[in-house]
DNA sequence: TATTGTTATACTCTATAACTATA
DNA sequence: TATAGTTATAGAGTATAACAATA
């Protein structure tokens, strides 16, 4: 049986293109909110839902435990989250966004769902119906 | 208008998610053959064509020009490229892959493709052709 | 003077391990 | 002793600038 897509390019390579235009779309956002990569990973994260531990936001962002806690403490800084001891336990920090995190996740999240949609703009909107479906499959499948 | 897709997760996130998928599923088969990402990037940028710069070499796979002189020393020791001056402007060093290194990178190709094949295997063959096309469509957009 | 490739330097990002405070 | 969080250190990756050879 012939492969059809047997002369395509490589699936990684395209994804790295296409990745690279993504954040050089976004980029501007950010930086127009004064918020990192990793600062807006963290605000999504948390408006999903609240978190336990820092762990496990380091986890449910894929990063490392370390690597978050000067993004936190900038984020508690701003006030855009709260970090407080879990008086049950008090080597937790319970975490969750403020009404001003809330607010400010917000405003980015949308500037960044324009700045998406006009990449996917040359799209049909059957193709990026699909295009976003089968993405999103993607993405969840088990590390 | 309403926007049916305003409750979809971030570009980003996926494409960030896919991409760590991807590259878990491709480092097995990169440290088997003791490849490099950006060695097999070098070598399907010169197995498409013979390049006549480095730095037309780096501009094509997107990197710094400084930072492809290491890998092409390796792979250039391991005779996997030929990196010879031009007779006609001995400023330039002309670029393209030997025998060894065609049949090396055409190994990996062929490993990397399986792989890639396996990650999309859960999609329908519909899905898998629309993703594909609508992803070399984007990853091909100006930068 | 401009260009190709190279080397040197510094800077950022990331991972590892050691430390503290609680349990 | 085990765990959550923190700090310190070192390593990899990357970008910038200075340099050598050639045009």
Redesign the interface.
């Known amino acids: 049986m012939p492969d ?2 047997r002369d ?17 779309a ?1 980029r501007p956002v950010l930086a127009a909110h004064d918020v990192s990569m990793w600062g807006y ?1 963290v605000l ?1 994260a948390l408006a999903d839902e609240p978190m336990r531990t820092q762990a496990a936001l380091a986890r449910a962002i ?1 990063a490392d435990k370390t690597r978050i806690i000067g993004i936190l403490d900038e984020l508690q800084e701003r006030a855009l989250i709260e970090r407080e001891p879990d008086p049950e336990d008090r080597r937790v920090r319970l975490l969750r966004l403020t009404p001003a995190g809330r607010h400010l996740y917000a405003s980015v ?1 949308a500037e ?2 324009a700045a ?1 949609e006009r ?2 703009g ?2 049909t909107l059957a ?15 088990p ?1």
């Open positions: 059809p897509d395509r390019p490589d699936l990684g390579a395209m994804i790295v293109r296409f990745g690279r235009a993504l954040i050089a976004e990973a999504s894929g999240r960044i769902h998406e990449l996917l040359g799209l193709d990026k119906g699909v295009f976003l479906r089968v993405l999103q499959q993607l993405s969840h499948e590390d």
